[in-house]
């Protein structure tokens, strides 16, 4: 929609988080979820064959973090999925409901937790209503058309496109989010998804959707989306996507809102890989030309197929302020973390992470002193139990 992920609701809305998600909310996800687990062992089981299973996944995703400011807010400033701190949070409870085209299937992520409320842009992390419906991260229809090598069609809801890393932490190298996840790039879209291989080692992707973050299209105009992505060799690659369209409501007299994001992935041995993601987007507005851009190092060592070792360096230009909701001019911000993870059989990830935010702007918070500091130094230890 119109506002930059989150947008300057977060901001605004931050003081007043809340530790309890409501008892009528509380009922009705509840009863959800249990209404969905009960027919999964009788679904799975009337399979014949691979090509008609239902495939159920999933797991449960909760952290503990410390920053070393002790913000009166019991926040961390500029995070979104690791906001709430000094508290057991319960960040992600997922359950993947999918079966694979053959010629057609259909995919379904049930979410609950905190990080789900920041995708679907909940309160205290927005201003969207709750319902039953925000619990559905992404559900599409998928089908394969038979056109030369094979084109996928499809159409629903699902995540973007764009970024290097993804909701769910354990799909990643860190276990908090990068500044150019948070900030840069939308979280999902509803429209049409068609992608095409036309080799073994070049894939392209073109989405049109109803935008960013959006069920429901707040004007008239659809955005489009691309993505091409490319192995020049078994050890390295290369992607590049694009989105863009007009984002603002109707009636509004504003330009478009586009970014380009570009990753690189390369693996240097079976047990080290770097990847590089550097992102550039601008919307044009009544204020003029509203730009926001960074770029984000990754390292990440394995030293036995149960531990690993992983380093995060990024920086992120936000010059009016725009992006992030801020509105401090020329904002500069940078951050650093190490994370070690340790995987008990197939089942439980942990990590331990530290993190280091920083900044040109006394942006952060220390104590009751709101936007009083440079910096803010955190501590997190992250549980996935996977099923």
Request: net charge negative; hydrophobic share 40%.
């Amino acid at each position: 929609m119109g506002v930059m992920r989150q947008g300057n609701n977060v901001n605004d809305r931050r003081d007043s988080l809340v530790s309890e998600l409501g008892s009528t909310r509380f009922r009705s996800t509840g009863l959800f979820l249990a209404g969905v687990l009960c027919t999964l062992h009788s679904a799975t089981g009337q399979s014949k064959d691979s090509s008609q299973a239902l495939s159920v996944s999933g797991f449960v995703d909760a952290y503990y973090s410390k920053n070393f400011a002790d913000p009166a807010s019991r926040t961390n400033k500029l995070r979104n999925f690791d906001i709430p701190e000094n508290q057991i949070n319960l960040s992600l409870a997922e359950v993947v409901l999918q079966k694979k085209a053959a010629p057609v299937g259909f995919r379904a992520d049930i979410d609950y937790g905190t990080a789900n409320d920041v995708v679907q842009g909940i309160a205290p992390y927005g201003t969207t209503p709750y319902s039953t419906s925000a619990n559905i991260q992404q559900a599409y229809i998928t089908g394969v058309i038979p056109l030369g090598n094979g084109l996928t069609a499809d159409v629903g809801k699902f995540v973007t496109h764009m970024g290097y890393e993804v909701i769910e932490s354990k799909d990643n190298w860190n276990y908090s989010r990068s500044l150019l996840f948070a900030w840069a790039i939308p979280y999902f879209h509803t429209g049409l998804r068609l992608t095409y291989p036309f080799a073994d080692n070049l894939t392209v992707a073109l989405h049109v959707i109803n935008g960013w973050n959006s069920v429901i299209d707040n004007n008239a105009e659809k955005s489009l989306g691309l993505a091409v992505s490319y192995a020049p060799t078994g050890s390295t690659g290369l992607v590049l996507n694009v989105i863009d369209g007009f984002e603002q409501p109707s009636g509004m007299d504003t330009g478009k809102k586009k970014v380009f994001d570009f990753i690189v992935t390369q693996n240097l041995s079976d047990a080290f890989a770097l990847s590089l993601n550097a992102d550039y987007g601008d919307e044009s507005l009544l204020g003029g030309l509203y730009t926001w851009k960074g770029a984000a190092v990754y390292g990440r060592y394995a030293f036995t197929p149960k531990s690993a070792f992983a380093i995060r360096a990024e920086i992120f230009d936000d010059p009016r302020g725009y992006a992030t909701g801020l509105g401090v001019p020329r904002l500069d911000v940078k951050e650093l973390t190490a994370t070690y993870e340790y995987r008990f059989a197939d089942a439980l990830l942990v990590r331990a992470e530290a993190r280091d935010d920083f900044s040109n702007a006394p942006i952060f918070d220390k104590d009751s002193d709101v936007n009083s500091v440079r910096g803010q130094m955190t501590i997190l230890v992250g549980i996935v139990a996977i099923f």
